[in-house]
């Protein structure tokens, strides 16, 4: 099985950008699917964006829409997420997950979690 780990956390202002890294190891990051999520105090997990295994398609909630991009380089088996015009909304501790290339993209759980990266946004 993969395990994720996820790293770029911190605090920055609003306005800022910033970018997270999930790092894979265990299996070839090419033969998953991975996404993002958040989760801020008090609230529920929140889905982000997912990107195909092989990067052909991308998705993205709509609150991140046209501010966070989704991408990777199976060749160094991570996973990016970059977030562009930070809101102290988006302070939350965010997660990468994936699931194998064989099941649907577009819905459905995912079967592996990194443990998390903190992002504060302060105005």
């Known amino acids: 099985q993969v395990q994720l780990q996820e790293s770029g956390g911190g605090l920055v202002q609003a306005g800022d950008s910033l970018r997270l890294s999930c790092a894979a190891s265990g299996r070839p990051f090419s033969n998953y699917h991975g996404a993002w999520f958040r989760r801020a105090p008090g609230n529920e997990r929140e889905f982000l964006a997912v990107i195909t295994s092989a990067s052909i398609s991308t998705k993205y909630a709509d609150s991140v829409l046209g501010r966070f991009t989704i991408s990777r380089d199976n060749a160094k088996n991570t996973m990016y997420l970059e977030m562009t015009n930070l809101k102290p909304e988006d302070t939350a501790i965010y997660y990468c997950?994936?699931?194998?290339?064989?099941?649907?993209?577009?819905?459905?759980?995912?079967?592996?979690w990194g443990q998390g990266t903190q992002v504060t946004v302060s105005s």
């Open positions: 997950a994936a699931k194998l290339f064989t099941r649907d993209w577009t819905k459905g759980e995912y079967d592996y």
